[in-house]
């Protein structure tokens, strides 16, 4: 049966919808950087989910693809996350998506190294004859954060965040969200499918203590 990171690291995928601590480790992501307005028809968010997925489904499948990977197992793609930042604020306001800063991600799995993706990048390029050169392999160590299951639509999530806020406080920690620790999400429904109040998405915000 493939590996499946929802399943096997459910403190980090799916929480419960009440907010909660956690030290989130060390992680390898296939990323692609951008900005603007995400529900953007044509825009560079859809494009960055396009080559995200292209070099996922090209490492998945490299053992059809004449490239051996030390330690290479079967395993599950990873959700969708995002990392996401508006000049000059803390939080995130929806009302203006087209000021976000966002790191769209994919999680790779530890076996997978730089030159494994850098393979990767190439041979994606080839087959599919699209450019690839935005995409980086990225090394991220979140630690602290508190994080909540949201259930809805993603303009509803300034109540679920509140609530986070206000456990973190009670708990006796203080929001540490700056240029390198940013607003995270975890997508684990499809937007195009699922209806937007069935909608499910991690909201993970670092924290610490003051």
């Not at 493939?2 to 909660?20: H, V």
């Not at 730089?114 to 630690?143: H, M, N, P, Q």
Request: with cysteine; aromatic share 12%.
């Amino acid at each position: 049966m493939a590996f499946d990171f929802k399943k096997e690291y459910k403190e980090f995928y799916l929480p419960k919808d009440k907010p909660a601590v956690v030290t989130v480790p060390r992680m390898n992501y296939i990323a692609v950087r951008g900005q603007g307005d995400p529900n953007e028809e044509g825009g560079a968010y859809k494009l960055a989910i396009e080559l995200l997925y292209g070099v996922a489904y090209t490492i998945k499948m490299s053992k059809k693809g004449g490239r051996a990977m030390e330690g290479y197992f079967d395993y599950v793609i990873p959700p969708l996350e995002g990392f996401w930042q508006q000049d000059g604020a803390e939080s995130v306001d929806y009302a203006h998506k087209e000021r976000f800063r966002w790191i769209s991600v994919i999680r790779l799995p530890d076996f997978v190294t730089k030159e494994d993706f850098d393979w990767a990048i190439r041979e994606a390029t080839a087959k599919k004859k699209a450019d690839f050169s935005g995409v980086e392999f990225l090394t991220c160590e979140e630690g602290l954060c508190v994080q909540c299951m949201h259930i809805g639509p993603f303009d509803d999530e300034p109540a679920t965040v509140e609530k986070m806020h206000k456990y973190m406080t009670c708990e006796g920690y203080v929001l540490d969200i700056n240029n390198e620790r940013l607003h995270h999400e975890i997508y684990l429904s499809d937007a195009r499918k699922t209806p937007s109040e069935k909608l499910r998405t991690v909201i993970r915000h670092p924290i610490r203590r003051p």
